[in-house]
């Protein structure tokens, strides 16, 4: 009996028969006899269901048809940059994904560097893109580098002659005074000792500004990657650790928190300059939702306490950009103590059931005049004062694992010698003294830490994460990937933390929708994990050695 005879007698004569019509006309009768075969064996009911995703697999792959950008709003109500890509699937056309990168706060001419990149996108992006499969992830970021590399040497070279120009108003600025002023030398008495000449204070390195538009290409990268996942029906996570590890990505690990609590920077109105963040790190293997719960019981505790202790002058003036509370302090220890109090009314113990990091924007802190840090108005630190200032700092308090930007990029001699100080028990985390992920690769100078905060801005392509990760996860370093000081709710740099493997991540606080977007992602990960059991345990925290020769080695706390 034929195939066809068969599923007659199954009741699937009129179905299958049209079917079998339409399906002749468009395919070999080899393919369509083999089709048919497998519907009369499952006995399927959906014959036309079925048949097309028979022959799905026979169809050309989808490919990019056209990539745009727009306009749109970050978090702060901010223009900034959304590129958009539109794929050809089965002869269809539509939009799969878009994905959404910040501009450079820092950056005057923000519009005209969003504008910028969408004409990028426009008439240059777009048309090279078209008929590129997206899951040529390498390739579509290895033509997005380099056409950053021509306009960047194009906008240098636009700066140059500018420069040259004494008229132009846009000429670049001299660098601000590098060395502190010569003190005055007194004549010394019998018997007493001239004080020892200060060391000159290292130069700010010059930093080329963003190029302007640069942002298209991190969102055109973030968008194929989105897109790509879309269409091979998986969870960006997934792809981007099929795309790390090849053929077989480990087990997933969601990577720790951390969660901005205070911020008590120069921007707020007390007189400590040092700490622009207070960060909560939850113990390892702690669930994100309990971290989450953690950090949410914290900042209502220190609410009620600052209502009740307002004479402390500790008292809640707004809401950061970077979504924690500020607060007005004067001690150096202050928030410190702040947040300790808060953990005893809670019956938690700090340096066991919660970790604490320290944001210190050094570089923010800089007086170049001086030649100082001021840490607290009116009180000056050399960078030598800084390192005993910091040790200080961690025997006081234990709960402090992590430091972040503890001195400028130029420091690295201070760097150094506070790792070797505290190395074993606290992380020193760089994240503007590391500046852009393209240095980093690049080989550029970097002081001696335990680890690079990365963040996908700019010109930096999801290729590029990849590669610094792996360069980073080679040398024994801390992973961590970040977002930037202004943020939109794009939330696609949660699935790149878990895909990449990162052993941190760090999106600032839960008082504002466009960081709590990440938290929401980050949580509907874990438990789509949970669910498939395939959610791996967190390792606990392990503190590199630093050795004299500046090597650095992973050992367990």
């Not at 940059?81 to 878009?98: G, P, S």
């Not at 005993?388 to 402090?400: C, E, F, K, N, R």
Request: aromatic residues 4%.
């Amino acid at each position: 009996m034929s195939v066809g005879a068969t599923a007659m007698s199954r009741g699937h004569t009129k179905r299958a028969a049209t079917a079998a019509e339409y399906y002749r006309a468009r395919l070999v009768p080899e393919r369509l006899e083999e089709a048919l075969n497998v519907i009369y064996h499952r006995g399927s009911e959906d014959v036309y269901g079925d048949l097309s995703r028979y022959f799905a697999a026979f169809s050309d792959p989808p490919v990019i048809s056209d990539v745009r950008g727009r306009k749109v709003l970050d978090g702060a109500g901010k223009v900034t940059l959304e590129a958009e890509v539109v794929c050809t699937e089965r002869t269809v056309e539509k939009k799969v994904c878009a994905a959404t990168v910040c501009a450079d706060p820092e950056n005057a001419g923000r519009l005209e560097s969003v504008e910028t990149a969408i004409q990028w996108i426009r008439d240059a992006i777009a048309p090279s893109l078209r008929g590129v499969e997206p899951r040529e992830q390498s390739a579509i970021d290895h033509m997005l580098s380099d056409y950053f590399r021509v306009k960047k040497q194009e906008e240098k070279q636009r700066r140059d002659d500018e420069s040259e120009n004494p008229a132009s108003p846009t000429a670049s600025l001299p660098s601000p005074a590098a060395s502190p002023p010569s003190s005055r030398k007194k004549a010394s008495g019998k018997g007493k000792k001239a004080p020892a000449p200060e060391k000159p204070l290292p130069p700010a390195e010059q930093q080329e500004p963003p190029t302007r538009g640069s942002l298209a290409i991190a969102a055109v990268s973030l968008a194929v990657a989105k897109s790509s996942a879309v269409l091979q029906d998986m969870p960006l996570y997934s792809h981007i650790a099929a795309l790390k590890q090849q053929p077989s990505p480990p087990e997933p690990v969601t990577a720790v928190p951390l969660i901005s609590l205070l911020s008590c920077a120069k921007s707020s109105p007390g007189k400590l300059n040092l700490m622009k963040e207070v960060l909560v790190i939850p113990p390892p293997g702690t669930a994100t939702t309990q971290s989450l719960d953690l950090v949410s019981s914290l900042q209502t505790q220190i609410l009620k306490q600052m209502e009740t202790q307002s004479k402390s002058g500790s008292v809640v003036r707004s809401v950061s950009s970077l979504g924690c509370l500020v607060l007005a302090c004067d001690r150096l220890d202050q928030p410190l103590e702040i947040v300790r109090d808060a953990c005893q009314r809670l019956c938690l113990q700090p340096g066991t059931d919660v970790y604490l990091a320290i944001n210190c924007a050094a570089h923010e802190l800089m007086d170049y005049n001086r030649g100082r840090y001021e840490v607290v108005s009116g009180t000056w630190k050399s960078p030598d004062e800084m390192v005993d200032l910091y040790v200080d700092l961690i025997s006081t308090h234990a709960a402090i694992i992590a430091l972040l930007d503890p001195f400028r990029r130029e420091d690295r001699t201070q760097w150094e010698a506070l790792g070797k100080a505290v190395g074993s028990r606290c992380y020193l985390l760089a994240d503007t003294a590391s500046r852009s992920v393209s240095d980093l690769l690049q080989g550029s100078s970097a002081p001696v830490c335990s680890g690079h905060v990365l963040t996908l801005a700019n010109e930096t392509t999801v290729s590029d994460l990849l590669a610094a990760v792996r360069l980073m996860e080679g040398e024994g370093l801390v992973t961590v990937l970040g977002c930037s000081s202004e943020e939109c709710a794009e939330d696609g740099a949660v699935d790149l933390a878990v895909g990449l493997g990162v052993r941190f991540v760090k999106f600032g606080g839960l008082l504002r929708g466009e960081r709590t977007a990440k938290y929401n992602r980050l949580l509907a990960i874990e438990e789509d994990l949970t669910r498939s059991g395939t959610l791996g345990r967190q390792e606990e925290f392990q503190f590199p050695i630093f050795w004299n020769d500046s090597t650095i080695l992973n050992c367990p706390e």
